[in-house]
């Protein structure tokens, strides 16, 4: 006779599911790759426990077993997270260097985000400059700043 | 015997977690650099990476300051129109059961190949770093 499908595990598959895909997410964004270990941990647990559940009571496993390869990846990336940054902390301070600005040069050059308003600002501000005369206080306003120089002639 | 709308679940969820960071963006103000998550990256190593400024730049896109988000991260904005796009497809997703010219199964197919798709997108940036700095201590360790 055909057993009949039940919700067993489901519930802890959704909540694993959900940590994951949060784990997997945060995974990828250096700043808080590291942190993901956390949720990524839970997740594997609550997937493997939902996993047996639904092994034992005839439940669905998809979800189980999807939240389980999700968080599983995304535990992965970031204990390499950890990994780099122990690695970092063993390295000595030129290879540091070194390493970074090679890795931060190419993600630079391939994402070509020059900031050419602050460019073109500059050589305005510059002219603006040129155009003065001596003996005068110059007062340069942007957004959040307010900075009066005062020039005087040698 | 209760059944469980697992995708409805997910949708809720995720939802109220965007709508966590559109607040959380909300509680701070972009030029104090106050935000209560710091980048674990730039305090270790003290270099930047390309994520870095992105809670700045999202307190000044919600306020609708581009200019100035685009100083604190030039990635920034196609996050954030992620962010608003997932927050509009989740509210739209717990209605699916309601519109009858598409069924159930596919919305679920079409939003796992575009959530993924865009994700890969977005975040190519971090993607790539991430993957190059792993790389790279890998290499210094073999």
Redesign the interface.
Known sequence: MEKIK??AG??L??AG??LG??CL?M?????????AIGPGIIAVVLSIVGLVQANKNNGAKG?NIAALIISALGTL?AC??L???V???S?DED??EN??????E??VR??N?C?T??QDELDDLEMHLDSLKFDEAIEVQT??VKVKIHIEKE | MKTIDSYRIINIIFAGVIGLVFIYSCLFLPENGSHIIPSFYTDITGHSSPSLGLSRAFSALVRGDIALANQFNPHAHNIFLFFCFQFIFRMVSLKVDKVSFIKRKTWICIDVVLSISLFLIVFYPSIKFTIQSMVDVIKSVF
């Open positions: 039940t919700n489901q519930g598959g959704v599911l959900i895909i949060l997410f995974a990828f964004i250096p700043c808080v790759g590291v942190i979800i990336i390499i997270w990994f780099v940054f690695g970092i902390a390295l290879q540091i390493m970074v600005e090679d890795v931060i190419e993600v391939g994402t985000s900031n308003d602050l957004d959040s």
